[in-house]
């Protein structure tokens, strides 16, 4: 008879801890990608819009170089910043070309 109790208490356990998996799936938070701020990393993300402005062969804007250089926009105003303290790009119309 103790052997029936046991076997009875260690299925409904084991239903219990189903029936708990089942019935609260949860949803992963949505991650933001940081941006790491280096001089190496900064470095890469100006050649990276530098390539992508040199490929277009006209000026755009930044939605469009990150769109390009497959870069966040984040990155991509990082790139630009080291590119205009270098003197390699312009602003013409609220857009960028290479200088």
């Known amino acids: 008879m103790a052997e029936k109790k046991a076997t009875t208490k260690a299925a409904a356990k084991t239903t219990k801890a189903a029936a708990e998996k089942k019935a609260a799936p949860k949803k992963a938070a949505a991650k ?35 769109k390009l250089a497959k870069i966040t926009e984040a990155e991509t105003l990082l790139g630009i910043g080291w590119l205009f303290k270098e003197g390699k790009i312009k602003e013409e119309n609220n857009l960028i070309t290479l200088a």
Request: aromatic share 8%.
């Open 32 to 66: 933001k990608a940081e941006v790491v701020i280096n001089v190496e990393t900064v470095g890469f993300k100006a050649g990276d819009v530098y390539q992508a402005l040199f490929a277009a062969e006209k000026a755009l804007s930044v939605k469009e170089i990150a």
